[in-house]
């Protein structure tokens, strides 16, 4: 069983940085494409970056160099490091596992969540 668990949100001044991560359980972590998403209260969850098994990674517009994604494949874990955030930044963050190994920019694409975590960009 996967099991999907993410860390690091918090309150934070707009301009300032936040690092996530996403900690997976089992063996074959290596395998697997990572993704980062974020939903506001009324509002679609949307995608914000994707890597894959090898490390080809993609963003959104909204989080071209400002956010990078990254991964860890011997702790088991991909991250998140945002700078630059904005109030509009602010939303639950959710990670996601595609356990095919390619990641993507759809939600279908992915067959493990996270619980997410806040990321509240404010003065």
């Known amino acids: 069983q996967v099991q999907v668990v993410e860390s690091g949100g918090g309150l934070v001044q707009p301009g300032n940085s936040l690092r996530l991560s996403c900690a997976v359980s089992?063996?074959?972590?290596?395998?697997?494409?990572m993704g980062w998403f974020r939903q506001v209260p009324g509002k679609e969850r949307e995608f914000v970056a994707t890597i894959s098994w090898n490390s080809i990674t993609a963003y959104a517009d909204s989080a071209k160099g400002r956010f990078t994604i990254s991964r860890d494949n011997a702790k088991n874990t991909a991250y998140l490091q945002m700078n630059s955030l904005k109030s509009d930044d602010t939303a639950v963050y959710y990670c996601a596992v595609d356990t095919k190994g390619m990641g993507g920019r759809g939600m279908w694409e992915y067959d493990r969540w996270g619980q997410g975590t806040q990321v509240t960009v404010s003065s």
């Open positions: 089992g063996r074959t972590f290596a395998n697997y494409g």
